[in-house]
């Protein structure tokens, strides 16, 4: 009888034992479910720390209760992160508590530029403009870097094109060069300049014209950027010639404008973001690729800073307009920024590159007239 009561109370004793060590933490082993989703017309991916979720692949994970998961967006090139949507808001890196089972969306969208809160650039100087012949088109053309839209290396076009049946608008752009050369002062931003193109493709809009927009070098960049943003049904097509000023593709030259932009970027955190001062920016001669420019410290960075200037990587599969890319066989960028690469990313259709354009830098611009014409005849323009 005493064996039979020692036995029973061992078991009491060890039932007890267990029943605390389970029971004193009874919720550790709950978990609770996070489930995440990828909506909208672009691409992404979403990551979790500690980690479980990399959606893309996993996309739904256990986690303990109470355990704090931060969430992270990453976009792919061309797309951009629109927000979140569920247990998460906000466009930063988001927390969530995992006291119940939750589910947050992740929107990515398609690249765009988005200039709608800045004003248009305005010259103060009419554009050029070739003796008008009411043509149904009209090629409205930016200049280079450090030029001027009557420069003598672009008159032979516009008079090529106007010969061909369509009427010109070369306008002054914010990197003119001014009153003398090697007197450089830029007065407008980037998104300035791309809504100042926007006015004029508008004003001709309304009377009816199918508008192209043009450029060369620097023109030729921004008339990529003006494609990214939201051009209206009137624009038809967009015609690039030597494209420079690509600053994210720039970092392999032995020479650097980083000083510049920390200066301006010190600047702008003093309260002189609106000041003028003497800046660097790179130039098309990669033999002597550093040009003096006078700008305020904002506008500079418009054009400069990687965190402002739109990255070309994302501006061109963005392109919904069809695209002719001409490129000079003499010219040294057409390799250096590896342009055949560059227009793989277009994929708007009756999209054209061609890289025998006779000239260099400068010289394609005089050769560029007949290929443009035969792509814009074959699109009906």
Known sequence: MKHLLHKNSLLLLLIIFITACSGGDSGSSTTFNL??????????????????????TDCSES????????????????????????????????????????????????????????????????????????AKTIVIIMHGKAAMPDDIYL???????????????????PWRETTNVGNMTWDGSMCEAMNYIDS???????????????????????????????PSQEVKAIITLAPGHFPHLEGTLPVSIASSIAKAEDMVANGNGDVLDTFDTLFPDLNNPLLQISATANDYLSYHALDQYPDIDDVLPAIKLPVLWLAGVDDPLTDFYDMATLFSRITSQNSIYKDDVIGDHLGMVSSSAAPI???LFSLGL
């Open 63 to 134: 986690y303990p209760q109470n355990t704090i998961i931060t969430l992270t967006a990453s976009r792919a090139t061309g797309s951009s992160f629109a927000g979140w949507s569920g247990a998460c808001s906000g466009t930063e890196s988001c927390t969530v508590t995992m006291d119940a089972a939750k589910s947050v969306t992740a929107t990515f969208i398609e690249y765009s530029v988005d200039c709608s809160s800045y004003a248009a650039y305005s010259p103060g100087i009419d554009p050029f403009i070739t003796p008008p012949s009411g």
């Open 200 to 230: 004029l493709a508008a004003q001709e809009a309304v009377k009816g014209r199918n508008v192209i927009i043009a450029g060369h070098s620097m023109g030729g960049a921004h008339s990529l950027i003006y494609a990214a943003t939201s």
């Open 373 to 375: 014409d035969g792509w």
């Open 35 to 56: 489930a995440i989703s990828i909506d909208g017309p672009g691409t992404g991916t979403v990551a979790s720390s500690p980690a479980g979720i990399n959606c893309g």
């Open 155 to 173: 008159l032979p076009l516009y008079t090529e094109l106007s010969n061909n049946g369509y009427d010109v608008i070369a306008p002054y752009m």
